[in-house]
Each structure stands twice: as C-alpha cells, then as structure tokens.
C-alpha cells in the first residue's frame, strides 16, 4: 500500500521508503541477472574459471553514481557566491555535461517551464536595444538569466529521471551548504577573526553572499527540509538535525530580512498545512498540532535569547518596521514602482536591463515590474505565465498521492513564499528561485507519469 512518507537523505544520513526498497530490490535482481549473463557468455580461463569481462550495467551504474556526486557537488557549492563566476557556475558545466549522456528526461509535463522560460529572455535580449549606452552589461544580465533559466530546465529532468535519488541529493547537499553559509554569516555578524567587515558589511549577517536578503532566504528551504523531517519523525540522527537547524533559524534570524522572515513563517505554515491536508493519518495530524504548538513556543525562546543582546536587540527593533526609510515618500521605492507603470504601457520592449535604475535612480525592487522593465512585454507576459503555472503545477504535485509527495510538499511551500517576497524585491536572479522552480516541475513531470502508469514507478 502506498504510504505518504518520503525517502530522503536529511543532513544527519537517509532512511529508506517502503515503496524504494521495492524497486531497490529489483533493480539489484535485475542486475544480478545482467552479470550472470555475462557470466555465461565469457571464455574459460586455464585454471578453469571464468574471466570476467565489464557489465554494461556496471558501466552504467558506475556512471551515475559519477552524476549523483557532481551534482551533490553543484548544490553545496550553493554557499559561495560571494566571488564570480562561482564555483555552482563552473560545476554546473561539468553536471550538466555528465547528465545530458543519460541522466535528463525531456517530457511534454515540462513544456511549459521551458516555453515560458525561453520567452521570457528572448524578450530580455530585444529590451537590450533599448539601452545602448550599456548594451555590454545589459546583454551579460540577460546571458545571466538565460543560464538560470537553463539550470531550471536541468533540474526538472533530472528530477523527472530519477525523483527519490535526486532529491535525496539535493536535499541532503542544500542542507549542508545552508548550515556552512549559516555558519559564515554568524561569523561575520558578531565579527569573529576580524570578518566582520567583509561578510556583515552592513551590520547584517551575509557571509559568503552578496546580501544578506539572498543569504537568508537561500536557507529558508533547508530549514523546511529539516522541520518537515522533524514532524514526520524521519531524522535518523535527530541531535544532529536538531543542530543543523538552529544553526540555519539563527542565520536567517541575524541576516534581518523582513522578507526571509515572512518567507520562512509562511513556509512551515503552508508546509504543515498542506500535509496536514494530505494525510489520512490521525495520528500524523495529531502530531502536527502537537508539533506546531512546540515549534512555536521553541521559536519564542530562540529569539528571546537573540534578542537579549542589546546589539541584536537594536537591530531587530530597527527593521522590524512594517517600512524603512527607503520604502516610503515621494521618491521611495514604491513611489517609483507607481510612477513607472504608466510608462511601462506604453514601451512594448520595456526599458531594457537597467534602465529602470537609470530613469528612477534605483532597481524596482519589484520582480515582476522588473519583468516588464528589463524584459519587455514578452518577457513581462512570459514571466507572469510561468509563474502561475509553476504555482499550479506544484500544487498538482503535492495533491497527487506518490512515493515522493512529502517533497512536493517541501520545495512547493519555500517556492510559493518567494514568489509572494518577489512582489517587494528582485529575485530573478537568485539561484535558490531557479532550484525551487525546477524540482518542482520536475516533480509534477514525474507525478503525471507515475499517474499514469497507474500508480508505477518507473
């Protein structure tokens, strides 16, 4: 009987669905039997016993295992961007390289993303016309954004291919990458070994980040991979986890984004919520109330003892403002997003990658006015469209009973909260927004074809 408990290997180690251990089975019957045939198919040697020659399965095996360790590889190096290219950057290239020999699976489930993606740059590169005094740095932001778009469209088939290994892998690289940018970030804000200055320049824990507001929300999805864990009642080394998740609550805590904050609350909610929904366990829902009354009550005490540092304490007050300075006035950021939507109905191609900073002195802070500034109508349209259908698609997927639902459930709910922070910042560029959007396309992919195979996998 299928159950709604999920395979994953959280920061402390993996523990084995009933369902996985099924199709383990089999696959190592399947390949016992490839090896006796080959068995049977060598000459005798002098003494009589039979020599050997490689298995194709073996090759094969041996192949994705190369995959599965650069690709573990390419997620951690998520915590170092503070340098460019990135080492995520370069790794991408051998991943992706190694994948495209076996390790992607194309579907129609998937046209979508890659449709609406590909529009949405192909308008940013005819909006580089509209800046010509900078066309070279406007056509490198649009190169940058066609290559996010691309990582998108990888990890959805290799989500598609092969969805309880992969995201195993993910999960268990993101998490580790999140405690050591976590970590870096802490570092900085209390200036230890003299880091202050390079990785909290702003008196804002950012670590081996550009901002503190990409470093936090970079760790909200851990985070939710870590207390789903906790209320399934999955970690197999629960002190461990336990770690790897203060560690990561208190790097979001200290990089004080209004934002990541609102998008790590609203996450567990509609995490919790939405498993709450799914189960037929009583028990599970049971455990849930009982989890979240904890959880709550665990959060109140860690940010009580933060808050005891009147350095903390001073910075919380300032930014737990509904608006800072910049957000309000005349010539505040969303003053400028009002006054730019009359002229943005009237430019068709936009006004190019910067020129909104170059009419209004600043970014729109705003994704999806950027959308329509940097990327023209098509882009705009493009972009809008593809974000409503990743809202669907994820929730067709965590809606759908599979083996890998729990996951569904755990990238949907991070997913979903960023795409709300991108209405009060620019998140076109993250490259957790690209992640998210593609595993979640890759498990809706994966969910129809398992849909209808009647319930089998592969």
């Not at 599965?68 to 390289?97: D, K, M, N, Q």
């Not at 800072?324 to 430019?347: C, K, V």
């Not at 960023?418 to 620019?426: K, N, R, T, V």
Request: proline share 4%; charged share 10%; aromatic share 12%.
């Amino acid at each position: 009987m299928l159950t709604n408990q999920s395979q994953y290997m959280d920061f402390c180690g993996d523990r084995q669905h009933p369902d996985q251990a099924f199709v383990n089975h089999i696959e190592k019957a399947g390949k016992y039997a490839g090896r006796q045939a080959q068995h049977d198919g060598c000459p005798m040697s002098d003494t009589g016993s039979m020599t050997r020659r490689p298995a194709a399965a073996d090759i094969s095996v041996d192949m994705e295992r190369i995959r599965r360790f650069f690709l573990w590889l390419f997620v951690f190096s998520g915590w170092l961007v503070i340098i460019e290219p990135a080492p995520y950057e370069l790794l991408f290239v051998i991943t992706l390289a190694l994948y495209l020999s076996g390790g992607l699976v194309a579907t129609v489930f998937t046209t979508p993303l890659i449709v609406f993606a590909l529009l949405y740059n192909l308008g940013g590169f005819l909006s580089t016309m509209e800046v010509s005094a900078q066309a070279s740095r406007a056509f490198t932001f649009i190169i940058v954004s066609t290559y996010m778009a691309v990582t998108a469209i990888f990890y959805a088939m290799a989500v598609t291919k092969d969805p309880m290994r992969v995201i195993a892998v993910i999960r268990n690289a993101w998490t580790l990458a999140a405690v050591i940018a976590a970590i870096n970030g802490m570092i900085g804000y209390f200036d230890i070994a003299g880091m202050g200055a390079a990785w909290a320049p702003i008196h804002r824990a950012q670590g081996t980040f550009k901002d503190p507001n990409v470093l936090s929300t970079f760790l909200v999805a851990p985070a939710i991979f870590l207390i789903q864990g906790f209320m399934l009642g999955n970690h197999k080394r629960p002190f461990l986890s336990g770690l790897a998740l203060l560690i990561i609550l208190g790097g979001i805590f200290l990089a004080f984004s209004r934002g990541a904050w609102a998008v790590t609350a609203g996450s567990i909610v509609i995490m919790a919520g939405m498993t709450f929904l799914v189960t037929p366990s009583a028990a599970l829902r049971a455990r849930i109330i009982l989890f979240t009354i904890a959880g709550v009550l665990a959060t109140a005490a860690l940010v009580a003892f933060l808050l005891s540092f009147a350095s903390i304490r001073g910075m919380f007050a300032e930014r737990f403002a509904l608006l800072q300075p910049y957000d309000a006035g005349e010539t505040g950021r969303f003053a400028n997003q009002m006054h730019s939507l009359p002229l943005l109905l009237i430019r068709p191609n936009g006004l190019g990658p910067f020129g909104f900073a170059g009419i209004y002195g600043e970014d729109p802070h705003n994704v999806y006015i950027n959308a329509f500034a940097s990327y023209g109508w098509l882009g705009g349209i493009s972009y809008i469209l593809l974000i409503i259908s990743s809202l669907l698609a994820g929730l067709r997927a965590c809606l759908t009973r599979t083996p890998w639902r729990d996951h569904a459930i755990a990238f949907h709910a991070p997913l979903v909260m960023l795409i709300l922070q991108g209405l009060q910042i620019d998140t076109d560029h993250w490259r957790h927004f690209y992640i998210l959007t593609g595993v979640t396309w890759g498990l809706f992919a994966a969910s129809e074809m398992y849909r209808l195979r009647g319930g089998r996998w592969p």
